[in-house]
């Protein structure tokens, strides 16, 4: 009977394979060694996400703590959903994840960086999507992702935080959401009629005059939408 502790750092993703443990030991006989082969598998919760966020930010692999913080927000948010059994906004969600840290690898997030635990090179932006896909595959094949994604910047600032996006049919609200650190933004289209028209834009903050373009228009699809930028003035 033996205990295999296995150190595993951020870089390390979802996968299984198979680990030898080889020794020696002295019996009646003499020196014996023995092998065993046992199989190992690295699974990702969304607790061990938020931890591996926490990791990547401690080492410098996450520039910010304000984007880190924006990620654990999300990764909180799909757990709530996924628990109540809310599958597709849980796998929109995890796929506006996705988008962002994509956007973000050479930018909040470095492209390449060595683990604390192993010492291997790795790149911290894949590693996340790599545990976001796995978290996304466990929802089930049959759900389809189709997240409304787009950012608000400025001329001073790269991703502006903190801006209100609303999401109109009309005249009428339908949502409204604030940009995050880095200036992302997202709605859950679930609730959006397929084939209708939809419009975003911007709440002008102050400090500033308009934004362009003043809305953007779209049709409610089961398809992913990423939204070309906001530039406020």
Not at 67 to 85: E, H, I, P
Not at 95 to 121: C, K, L, M, R, W
Not at 209 to 216: G, N, Y
Request: charge should be neutral.
């Amino acid at each position: 009977m033996f205990t295999l502790t296995i150190a595993a750092g951020p870089s390390v993703i979802p996968r299984s394979f198979t680990e030898t443990i080889a020794g020696t030991s002295t019996g009646l006989s003499g020196a014996l060694s023995h092998s065993a082969q046992v199989a190992v598998t690295f699974a990702i919760t969304p607790d061990a996400l938020v931890k591996i966020i926490d990791q990547d930010l401690a080492a410098g692999c996450i520039a910010s703590a304000g984007f880190a913080q924006s990620r654990v927000a999300k990764v909180n948010a799909y757990q709530k959903l996924a628990s109540a059994g809310q599958v597709p906004s849980a796998a929109n969600l995890l796929a506006a994840f996705q988008y962002e840290v994509q956007a973000q690898i050479g930018h909040q997030i470095v492209s390449s960086s060595t683990d604390p635990i192993g010492g291997n090179v790795f790149s911290p932006g894949q590693a996340l999507l790599a545990d976001a896909r796995a978290l996304q595959a466990m929802l089930g094949t049959q759900v389809k992702a189709s997240p409304i994604v787009g950012t608000v910047t400025s001329a001073t600032v790269a991703g502006t935080p903190g801006a209100s996006v609303n999401l109109r049919s009309g005249k009428s609200f339908v949502a409204t959401t604030s940009t995050d650190a880095v200036g992302f933004y997202d709605f859950d289209p679930a609730k959006l009629t397929p084939g209708a028209q939809y419009s975003v834009d911007v709440t002008i903050p102050k400090g500033y005059k308009s934004a362009s373009p003043a809305s953007q228009a779209f049709t409610g699809s089961a398809s992913p939408m990423m939204l070309g930028p906001f530039m406020l003035n």
